[in-house]
């Protein structure tokens, strides 16, 4: 039965199967290695061994000498100019210093792979090895160690105030703290980055796994100082990225050498090279103090966050900006200090990774949460209530929030599942003791630019061209063709997707910031409805009846209330194309800033958060403590992310996320050594959750109650949210069973073992805070 | 030193060009053409790689393609297109098993390996689990994917 008969016309909503389902799990989808383009080099990046030091000199004539060699470049081969998104600090090969273990110095082409590594080697590279800066607090102070010709190495300072702080500090009823230490963690796509370079008229051309092909575009064009329009970014299936392939990349290497050889160039990074030199989630330190009243209302808040950027900037300037916005969690605090701030390292540098700077804001947001209820003694749940924002309140940078606050909602799911599970038995046999936890959180939609064109064909069916990135969430092979077809009054498989990088769409800001179904499909909607308008104008031509009185409806224009009165689709638009022109329309989006006001900031990147999503978590825990061994039994998820255009999507994007965030909890750690070497860069060292670990059953809960007034259909963005709760609400479980929770993330078996041993050298519980960390006494301001 | 040498997969006979430590990932990906198994890490720990040798799954980023010699070497492109490989491909498209797809195929892979050594229904949550223990994927969390297996393994066969 072909969908032309079966398939429904109303699909918003309804479970939708991915279109390239199939294709994926038959082998027959290509990916950016898959694709080796005819006379391709192969490209092999010489790294820096140490993490700090001056470069003397490189040699590379036993490279260059090996058969099979084609070309070996360094930085003197190549343009000065640096790049980065924000600030650009970053060379195509170190020039004068090297700044990180793994930072390319040289690259080698040549014929084959095989050849291409031994010349790699043969690369004699003298660096005189200088001390490094590994540790973010060693690197905020010191002024004799600095990784860039600066004379600091702080990147980024913002602030945000509002309110008096410090007078109701002076007359709270309490003043609570909390401090947290965040770890690394790695994006861990199953694909590498891999990038090929080609030679074209005027510039050349990349087909590269990459979330954000415009971006990539305008910074190369920069870098290279080319018409933008002279660099096509093409964009196979991608493996993964979850904010790990939003950067260059090592484009610019793969671009140089296609520059300087004439051929086409291509680098697939082995999965050890990919794990040091991504750009993981950043370490972070966060201190936070709230002044509450007796009920625990939160009157003011003072917030210190230092993010670690690794060696160079990369996005780390924005996420500072996200963090501090993140720092008040989903409650309204009229008061506030909050300052967030990024130091470069000697480290491999940092940058986004899905929910940039949550996991850990909403940590350290959630554990103060539970350290005023311990403080106060009172219900976490009920202080959370006593604060939750909401409709009409302000949010960290004076935005209005124009959307109902539904946290509570969420959090009433979750207490009803937690009280189930404690109901529960427990197995005989089973020693281990049961901890129930919860967080809650907001998040943002990202509202970037996006432009998207539909072209209604003389067959009534429709081409739609995007330049958004199918990272593997189904929003552009599947959810974005479903809503143009809902628009158009077509079945879905009668909108043909055009997507896949630069040159057969017009701009998109990329897969990133949960924004896709928003944005993107903000775009390709608003050009669906300007596609609707020429087919009706063309239709009251022809049936002579006000445009406005026609609807597009399962492949007819019909007359309202009249539906007998009407033509086809195909009809009116191969009549269209004879009178008045082609059917098509480009829609372009950007979202509506909210109006800010009472908050004054310094140095922010961006002035407020987009439009709010609430989520809470639950979850149930057995926990060892002889091992400190966590194992997480229940899991719930409930997000309000407004309409759920896809249910079957959105639940893999939750199941996705919160098993993400679970290994971030509990068992992923990306570390790096004192001399800034990463330990465990591998799939063996660096425990990713597999099929055995995750818990039974996550059950995922929509509140559809409370539609976006902007998203296509309602829709407000998920992809992120998902990911930034598990650990908070593990956190709590822990709390729930020792008392106390860790300070300090991961949570891992060693952690735990040490947090149960701290409480236990303190005979008298001391207060919250003091017992897996010595607080201080006040947040730096 | 470049040898000559037989593959057999999918049922077909590929002659193929070989150094003696030419990895049989390479060997299909390469010689035979056959992208669909991906080196995710090559040393053992992801799975991506994985196809199946005489019925049996194994990474073929540790299995040099000259010890295959003699053997027949199944990849996913071959046992989707009929016959049990096809019913599990379909119920991971219906349990939304697969996001970004680049772990699928060796999933895909352990699966078939699985249910060629039980029988219908058989498979218990711990089976599929073990079976499965050795294939990464990062996009789903893993429960469609033990749904979609366990719908496969009571298919009718
Ligand atoms: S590529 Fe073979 S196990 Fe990862
Ligand atoms: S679907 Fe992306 S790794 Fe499994």
Not at chain 1, 659 to 664: A, M, S, W
Not at chain 2, 39 to 63: H, I
């Amino acid at each position: 039965m072909s969908a032309e008969e079966s398939g429904p016309y109303l699909n918003v909503g309804n479970r939708l199967i991915r279109r390239d389902a199939a294709e994926r799990l038959t082998g027959h989808t290509t990916y950016a290695e898959d694709i080796r383009l005819p006379g391709v080099l192969y490209g092999v990046l010489v790294p820096s061994l140490v993490a700090a030091g001056r470069l003397r000199g490189i040699n590379v004539d036993r490279a260059v000498a090996l058969d099979g060699v084609v070309k070996v470049l360094t930085a003197k081969d190549v343009t000065d100019r640096c790049y980065g998104n924000y600030v650009k600090d970053q060379p195509i090969f170190a020039r004068d210093r090297v700044r990180f273990v793994g930072e390319p110095v040289a690259m080698v082409a040549a014929t084959s792979l095989a050849i291409a590594r031994r010349a790699a080697g043969l690369v004699e590279v003298d660096i005189e090895a200088t001390t490094p800066v590994v540790d973010p607090r060693e690197a905020l102070t010191s002024a004799e160690v600095l990784v860039h010709d600066r004379d600091t190495n702080v990147i980024e300072d913002v602030h945000i105030s509002r309110g008096d702080v410090d007078a109701v500090f002076d007359t709270a009823h309490a003043v609570v703290h909390t401090e947290i230490e965040s770890h690394r963690a790695h994006q861990a796509y199953l694909e590498p980055r891999a990038v090929t370079a080609a030679p074209a008229p005027g510039g050349f051309s990349l087909i590269m796994s990459t979330q954000q092909p415009f971006g990539v575009r305008a910074q190369l064009a920069e870098l290279f100082d080319l018409p933008t329009g002279t660099i096509e970014v093409r964009v196979p299936a991608i493996g993964g990225g979850f904010g790990g392939k939003l950067h260059l990349l090592f484009a610019p290497q793969a671009a140089a050498m296609t520059l300087a050889t004439g051929r086409p160039v291509q680098i697939v990074c082995s999965r050890a090279e990919d794990m040091t030199t991504g750009n993981p989630r950043e370490n972070s330190i966060v201190r936070m103090s709230s002044a509450v009243d007796e009920s625990g209302r939160i009157l003011a808040r003072r917030c210190d966050v230092v993010l670690d950027a690794g060696a160079y900037a990369m996005d780390t300037p924005v996420l500072t900006s996200m963090a501090a916005f993140y720092a008040t969690g989903p409650y309204r605090i009229d008061a506030l200090d909050i300052r967030g701030r990024a130091v470069y390292t000697n480290t491999c540098p940092t940058g986004s990774f899905r929910g940039p700077s949550g996991p850990q804001m909403v940590y350290a947001a959630e554990a103060q949460i539970e350290d005023i209820a311990q403080q106060l003694g009172l219900d976490p749940a009920e202080v959370r209530r006593r604060n939750f924002i909401g409709e009409g309140d302000r949010g960290p940078t004076g935005e209005l929030i124009t959307l109902r606050g539904t946290t509570d909602e969420c959090m009433r799911v979750v207490e009803s599942r937690l009280q189930r599970w404690r109901q529960a038995d427990v197995a005989p046999g089973d020693h281990r003791r049961r901890g129930y936890g919860l967080a809650c959180a907001w998040w943002s939609t990202l509202g970037t630019p996006s432009a998207a064109t539909v072209e209604l064909h003389e067959d009534g069916t429709a081409t739609l061209s995007s330049g958004g990135t199918e990272i593997g969430t189904g929003a552009i092979s599947t959810a974005l063709p479903s809503m143009v077809a809902e628009e158009l009054g077509l079945r879905p498989d009668r909108v043909i997707l055009k997507s896949g990088g630069t040159r057969d769409a017009p701009y998109d800001s990329g897969s990133r910031g949960s924004r896709t179904m928003f944005a993107t499909g903000n775009a390709a909607v608003l050009a669906a409805r300007a596609v609707a308008e020429q087919i009706r104008n063309e239709a009251s031509r022809l049936l002579e009846v006000d445009p406005a009185d026609l609807v597009l409806r399962e492949g007819r224009v019909e007359v309202k209330g009249a539906p007998e009165t009407g033509m086809t689709i195909a009809e009116v638009s191969a009549s269209a194309h004879l009178h008045s022109g082609p059917v098509v329309a480009t829609g372009r989006y950007r979202a509506e800033l909210a109006p800010v006001e009472g908050s004054e900031l310094q140095g922010a990147r961006f002035l407020r958060l987009g439009e709010p999503t609430f989520h809470c978590h639950g979850v149930e825990i057995a926990l060892d403590e002889e091992t400190g061994r966590v194992d997480v039994l229940n899991f719930v998820a409930v997000h309000d992310v407004g309409r759920v255009v896809n249910p079957v999507g959105a639940r893999g994007q939750v199941e996705g996320g919160v098993v993400q965030g679970i290994g971030y909890a509990l068992t992923e750690n990306l570390k790096t050594n004192d001399q800034g070497v990463i330990v465990n860069g591998n799939f063996h060292d660096y425990r990713l959750p597999t099929i055995a670990d995750v818990p039974p059953n996550i059950e995922t809960v929509f509140i559809e109650t409370n539609h976006s007034h902007t998203g296509p259909f309602g829709a407000k963005g998920l992809g992120e949210p998902p990911v930034i709760l598990p650990a908070a609400a593990i956190g709590s479980a822990l709390r729930d069973v020792l008392g106390v929770q860790p300070y300090q993330l991961p949570l891992d078996a060693d952690r735990v073992v040490l947090t149960i041993a701290e409480r236990d050298s303190h005979p008298v519980p001391g207060p919250p805070g003091s017992t897996a960390r010595p607080p201080e006494p006040e947040v730096e301001k | 030193m470049t040898t000559h040498m037989t593959l057999r997969v999918n049922g077909s006979d590929h002659d193929i060009a070989v150094e003696p430590d030419t990895l049989l990932l390479d060997a299909l990906r390469y010689e035979c053409g056959l992208t669909s198994a991906k080196l995710g890490c090559g040393t053992g720990d992801c799975g991506a790689c994985t196809v199946t040798v005489d019925g049996e799954a194994v990474n073929s980023c540790l299995m040099y393609v000259l010890e295959c010699e003699g053997h027949s070497v199944e990849t996913v492109e071959g046992v989707t297109a009929s016959g049990i490989g096809a019913v599990v491909a379909e119920e991971f498209v219906k349990a939304d098993a697969v996001q970004c797809g680049f772990c699928s195929p060796g999933i895909i892979m352990s699966t078939c390996a699985l249910l060629a050594r039980t029988e219908p229904g058989a498979a218990t949550d711990e089976d599929i689990k073990e079976a499965l223990a050795g294939n990464l994927c990062r996009c789903t969390g893993y429960l469609p994917i033990l749904d979609a297996v366990r719908r496969a393994s009571g298919a009718p066969r």
